[in-house]
């Protein structure tokens, strides 16, 4: 059964921090690997990885993917309040068919 | 551009009862999708649809049934309220594999 594995579940931090958010994964016929912000409704879009060791950024977000290590890994710098969400990780298996992870409860405390 | 909209926000039903979550979306994406969140269980898919006409079940379809008539309307229907179906449910669409559109989503409690 293809999975999505996310660490930690829950984390608290104070502003000016620097997170590390984890997704492992295990599927059949991987694709890409999504990573999305959900705040109070509905999941927003972060980033897309496809390839290896190619890191994605936006502003303080970044992201990279390890394929052979079937992992990947969402850091924030300089945390603000406004980055507290849940972080969730999906991996599209086939077609327009994602597995999701958990999530990542992030609390940033001012 | 309105993107993906979900009615209702919430609601509470009791057991045996029988309601349809409305989810529309003005993009003309062929795919859309209905989820279910739990808490700390992640998104779980339970119906999707490659295009008007076609669906086909998710991972956890049972209690639940759709249509696609149109490429923007995908209702969710469930027949029988139980309550393991309290849950927020999540509406989305997607044209490509660059990520999903979602719905603001609806909380639903089976009393």
């Known amino acids: 059964e293809d999975k999505v594995v996310q660490s930690p579940l829950s984390l608290v931090v104070h502003e000016g921090d620097t997170v590390t958010l984890n997704c492992s994964y295990e599927v059949t016929n991987f694709r890409s690997l999504l990573w999305y912000k959900q705040e109070k409704k509905a999941p927003t879009f972060l980033f897309m990885l496809?390839?290896?060791?190619i890191e994605k950024k936006s502003g303080r977000l970044s992201s990279i993917l390890d394929k052979k290590e079937l992992f990947s890994i969402l850091n924030i710098t300089a945390t603000q309040t406004g980055d507290s969400a849940i972080y969730l990780c999906a991996v599209n298996n086939y077609g327009q068919n994602f597995v999701f992870g958990p999530g990542t409860r992030l609390s940033v405390l001012p | 551009n309105a993107g993906v909209t979900q009615t209702p926000k919430f609601r509470i039903l009791k057991i045996g009862q029988s309601m349809t979550l409305q989810c529309t979306q003005d993009?003309?994406?062929?795919?859309m999708y209905w989820y279910r969140q739990d808490p700390g269980m992640g998104l779980k898919l339970i119906y999707y649809s490659v295009g008007a006409g076609i669906t086909d079940k998710g991972e956890v379809p049972n209690g639940y049934n759709v249509s696609r008539s149109t490429t923007e309307d995908f209702p969710l229907r469930l027949e029988l309220a139980a309550p393991s179906q309290t849950s927020v449910y999540f509406c989305?669409?997607?044209?490509?594999?660059?990520?999903?559109?979602f719905g603001s989503g609806t909380r639903l409690t089976v009393v």
């Open positions: 993009m003309n994406h062929n795919y």
């Open positions: 989305a669409s997607s044209e490509t594999a660059a990520g999903y559109t």
């Open positions: 496809t390839s290896s060791g």
